[in-house]
């Protein structure tokens, strides 16, 4: 028999390798499985979605009496909710929606300013110019948009639905943060859990795109723009009232998100 | 112009201009959104003078996500699936927006000088690379001879 001809070490070579040709592409099946997961919520729901009352959220804890008493107490304080698409975007997206509908009424020039200086800040920390510049020159429309006359709510919702832009203005506000966190890594690090460093972190959960944000990434921005953020927690806990943590923690909120485990949308106040 | 389109055009253009060394790539003819690219193997590396040939395919979603990038050439390398699939973090999980065609192509030519054998695509490959260095490079030669035929 052909076997019998080669020598042992050889042909459990032969058997690993030709084992290797079938191992599948794990890969692939796991990208593939998440694609069909993504696709479905990308079916049904806008990346931003309509103003909608804030009582919508009653129909949808029907029977359940702690986030009914949370309801209502959020019904007391905001009008309004904005729903964004849980795709671990969500809070930057409602950060940046919500922020350029605030500079209707507050002062726009001062924060295009902050806007048109952050991307320096970020080339002096060493980010690639060449891709730097293609994110910023696209966020920059965006936020430009608000000093036209023309634009109104509509056009910000049609903005933010339109993939082009909304995304790169989701990527803008993560580089935005990420410059943050490096900017001040000595701070930083004591809040980072394992063994990573403050650029490692930023690299793995900050920068890329549908990574979901915590404490720190909120801390981040809201603190690189100098724009504050009240965001209200509504959970399990023992509370009758939806809590509030404002970042940075002494400044007084310009925009409002509501937290329900794993995702943010965007508050209106009464 | 749609964003992703315009991005495709400048990376190429960068990649025209401030080409890395020992990496290549340009759109298909007909199609912006499937390159063809060339690594060669890096020196001092049982990859040496080997020319090696992928194919990277953008989605509309580029650059928010990574493109899928494939060996069209034959690879015995633990981080490289039998179908020429790369097991690289930065194409999967740790994709960031503001890596460019220069930058994927100029990890993947790290990743054939610094092999990752605890996360195998190819077990035999990073099995070899561990216990039997002098099998693993003859196995890597003959790829690279391979290459001058593909």
Same mark, same amino acid.
């Given at each position: 028999?052909?076997?019998?001809?080669?020598?042992?070490?050889?042909?459990? &070579?032969?058997?690993?390798? =030709?084992?290797?040709?079938?191992?599948? +592409?794990?890969?692939? #099946? /796991?990208?593939?499985? *998440? @694609?069909?997961?993504?696709?479905?919520?990308?079916?049904?729901?806008?990346?931003?979605?309509?103003?909608?009352?804030?009582?919508?959220?009653?129909?949808?804890?029907?029977?359940?009496?702690?986030?009914?008493?949370?309801?209502?107490?959020?019904?007391?304080?905001?009008?309004?909710?904005?729903?964004?698409?849980?795709?671990?975007?969500?809070?930057?997206?409602?950060?940046? &929606?919500?922020?350029?509908? =605030?500079?209707?009424?507050?002062?726009? +020039?001062?924060?295009? #300013? /902050?806007?048109?200086? *952050? @991307?320096?800040?970020?080339?002096?920390?060493?980010?690639?110019?060449?891709?730097?510049?293609?994110?910023?020159?696209?966020?920059?429309?965006?936020?430009?948009?608000?000093?036209?006359?023309?634009?109104?709510?509509?056009?910000?919702?049609?903005?933010?639905?339109?993939?082009?832009?909304?995304?790169?203005?989701?990527?803008?506000?993560?580089?935005?943060?990420?410059?943050?966190?490096?900017?001040?890594?000595?701070?930083?690090?004591?809040?980072?859990?394992?063994?990573?460093?403050?650029?490692?972190?930023?690299?793995?959960?900050?920068?890329?795109?549908?990574?979901?944000?915590?404490?720190?990434?909120?801390?981040?921005?809201?603190?690189?723009?100098?724009?504050?953020?009240?965001?209200?927690?509504?959970?399990?806990?023992?509370?009758?009232?939806?809590?509030?943590?404002?970042?940075?923690?002494?400044?007084?909120?310009?925009?409002?998100?509501?937290?329900?485990?794993?995702?943010?949308?965007?508050?209106?106040?009464? | 112009?749609?964003?992703?389109?315009?991005?495709?055009?400048?990376?190429?253009?960068?990649?025209?201009?401030?080409?890395?060394?020992?990496?290549?790539?340009?759109?298909?003819?007909?199609?912006?959104?499937?390159?063809?690219?060339?690594?060669?193997?890096?020196?001092?590396?049982?990859?040496?003078?080997?020319?090696?040939?992928?194919?990277?395919?953008?989605?509309?979603?580029?650059?928010?996500?990574?493109?899928?990038?494939?060996?069209?050439?034959?690879?015995?390398?633990?981080?490289?699936?039998?179908?020429?699939?790369?097991?690289?973090?930065?194409?999967?999980?740790?994709?960031?927006?503001?890596?460019?065609?220069?930058?994927?192509?100029?990890?993947?030519?790290?990743?054939?000088?610094?092999?990752?054998?605890?996360?195998?695509?190819?077990?035999?490959?990073?099995?070899?690379?561990?216990?039997?260095?002098?099998?693993?490079?003859?196995?890597?030669?003959?790829?690279?001879?391979?290459?001058?035929?593909?």
């Amino acid at each position: 028999m052909a076997d019998d001809n080669i020598e042992p070490d050889q042909a459990s &070579f032969d058997k690993g390798y =030709s084992e290797d040709a079938n191992q599948v +592409n794990q890969d692939d #099946l /796991i990208l593939q499985q *998440s @694609k069909n997961i993504e696709k479905e919520i990308s079916d049904s729901i806008m990346l931003v979605g309509d103003k909608e009352d804030i009582m919508v959220l009653e129909q949808q804890y029907i029977g359940d009496e702690v986030y009914k008493g949370k309801v209502k107490d959020l019904a007391r304080k905001y009008s309004n909710l904005r729903r964004t698409r849980p795709d671990g975007n969500c809070f930057f997206r409602s950060f940046g &929606f919500a922020l350029l509908e =605030s500079l209707y009424h507050l002062e726009f +020039n001062s924060f295009r #300013l /902050i806007a048109e200086k *952050s @991307k320096d800040k970020l080339l002096e920390l060493g980010f690639q110019k060449f891709t730097l510049e293609d994110f910023h020159d696209q966020f920059m429309e965006v936020v430009n948009l608000i000093s036209k006359p023309e634009t109104n709510e509509d056009t910000l919702v049609e903005v933010f639905n339109n993939k082009d832009y909304s995304d790169y203005v989701v990527v803008y506000l993560r580089l935005i943060a990420s410059g943050q966190l490096q900017q001040d890594a000595d701070f930083y690090q004591n809040f980072i859990e394992g063994n990573r460093t403050v650029f490692e972190f930023c690299r793995q959960e900050v920068e890329p795109m549908f990574k979901e944000s915590d404490h720190i990434h909120i801390i981040a921005l809201s603190t690189a723009l100098d724009v504050g953020v009240r965001v209200r927690y509504m959970d399990r806990g023992d509370s009758t009232e939806a809590i509030a943590h404002d970042f940075p923690e002494d400044k007084p909120p310009q925009i409002h998100l509501l937290y329900r485990p794993g995702h943010y949308d965007i508050l209106y106040p009464l | 112009m749609e964003s992703q389109n315009r991005r495709l055009m400048r990376d190429f253009k960068r990649l025209q201009e401030d080409p890395p060394t020992g990496v290549s790539g340009a759109p298909t003819d007909n199609n912006i959104m499937i390159w063809n690219a060339v690594i060669f193997g890096p020196h001092d590396t049982p990859f040496e003078d080997g020319t090696f040939k992928l194919t990277v395919e953008f989605t509309e979603e580029y650059p928010n996500k990574p493109p899928t990038v494939r060996f069209a050439s034959k690879m015995f390398h633990p981080n490289v699936y039998a179908d020429g699939g790369i097991c690289l973090d930065i194409l999967q999980n740790r994709w960031s927006p503001t890596y460019d065609v220069s930058a994927i192509l100029t990890s993947i030519q790290s990743l054939l000088s610094d092999p990752n054998p605890n996360s195998p695509a190819n077990s035999m490959a990073a099995q070899l690379y561990k216990e039997n260095r002098r099998e693993y490079e003859k196995r890597v030669k003959a790829c690279v001879e391979q290459s001058f035929i593909d």
